[in-house]
């Protein structure tokens, strides 16, 4: 089976490390609520350096992080505070609004430190676009492994394993790691499925995949990932959803009007801070990279 469409990713240089943006994109905004799919590293950050997201605001979503190498500080408007490290994914729920910053372990910032992982956006279905905001991070994933293959469930159910992780539409998504001679079925109940090279080498159904590359799989048909030298997969998908969403900067809503609503906002200084990095934030841009309009 050859993938449905094929997204190769945009490409940003942030210097110490680059990040691979494949959703959304001009061809296609989502898979499932994935709206937002960004893939990092893998780099050293040196000495002296370090990654600094200051404050910044959302609406509308879920963001999901998950690092491979490296370790991450965030805190979040609701007093939240989590140092996100390889085998813990954090959901922040953003909902009606919320401020967060992710920035690199003090620590570390002395010090060469690795960077490598993924950060996704999960649109919010119809009806809780405005929930409350929140936050979880779970370290107690179900691991699914035989002799050359593992997958790690990060949110939703997966080869009959389930993750503890909120899921607020119906949602998959897993890192899966590969053995020379690795091969793993992928589930096809999701309506919308994608998988995602990013490190080694892997085929879905004999088909090799490019690095960093989102292949989007045909709905409802069987699919089979192998690696003949070894690879990590992410798999993602789950629900279509029927409202068109808008993606502007940080912001994601289905009514552009609660978009604006929020840019103006954020720019009268409206949103709540963030405890314990209240001196910084991001300025609203004129033209920001994440536009799906």
Not at 65 to 94: K, Y
Not at 194 to 223: C, F, K, N
Not at 233 to 254: D, I
Request: charged content about 20%; proline content about 9%; some cysteine.
């Amino acid at each position: 089976m050859n993938p449905q469409a094929t997204i190769r990713p945009v490409t940003h240089d942030l210097g110490a490390f680059k990040v691979r943006r494949v959703l959304p994109s001009p061809g296609r905004i989502m898979v499932g609520p994935f709206i937002f799919v960004d893939q990092f590293g893998p780099a050293v950050i040196p000495a002296g350096q370090s990654m600094d997201v200051r404050p910044h605001p959302h609406i509308g979503l879920a963001t999901v992080t998950w690092l491979f190498e490296g370790a991450i500080d965030h805190r979040d408007s609701l007093g939240s505070f989590a140092t996100i490290r390889p085998g813990q994914v954090n959901l922040m729920t953003a909902g009606a609004g919320i401020v967060h910053s992710e920035r690199g372990l003090p620590a570390q910032r002395d010090l060469p430190k690795p960077i490598y992982g993924m950060q996704t956006w999960l649109a919010l279905p119809d009806g809780q676009e405005d929930i409350a905001p929140a936050f979880e991070a779970h370290a107690d994933l179900p691991l699914v492994e035989d002799a050359c293959a593992s997958a790690r469930v990060i949110m939703g159910s997966l080869w009959g394993k389930r993750a503890p992780t909120t899921c607020h539409a119906e949602t998959i998504y897993a890192e899966i790691l590969l053995a020379p001679g690795g091969s793993i079925p992928v589930d096809a109940e999701a309506d919308e499925r994608a998988v995602m090279l990013v490190g080694g080498a892997a085929s879905i159904d004999g088909q090799p995949l490019e690095l960093y590359t989102l292949a989007v799989l045909a709905p409802g048909a069987a699919a089979r990932l192998d690696s003949a030298e070894g690879g990590r997969v992410m798999l993602l998908g789950g629900e279509a959803f029927r409202t068109p969403r808008h993606v502007w900067w940080n912001f994601v809503h289905s009514s552009r009007e609660r978009i604006a609503q929020a840019k103006a906002d954020w720019s009268a200084g409206r949103f709540p801070k963030v405890p314990g990095d209240e001196e910084e934030f991001i300025p609203i841009p004129s033209v920001p990279l994440t536009n799906s309009d």
